[in-house]
């Protein structure tokens, strides 16, 4: 995508989603951007984002250990 807003995200998205097992539900982190916590932002139903703390080093260096 040639920038980062709301209308890329949704993009992004539903192309995801239709990737996904009509039987399967994805969970991913997102950083607080705008256009991730938009409030135009439409999320697919097998889609859920799950919102990074305002500040969490260590999920930004790849380490995250869950």
């Known amino acids: 995508m040639p920038e980062a807003n709301t209308g890329t995200m949704h993009e992004f998205l539903d192309r995801f989603s239709m ?8 969970v991913m ?9 938009a409030k135009e932002l439409r999320i697919p139903d097998n889609v859920i984002l799950l919102a990074l703390p305002a500040y969490s080093p260590e999920p930004n260096t790849g380490e995250l250990n869950v």
């Open 29 to 37: 982190y997102a950083d607080q951007a705008g256009c991730h916590v």
């Open 19 to 26: 990737t996904l097992p009509k039987d399967e539900v994805a």
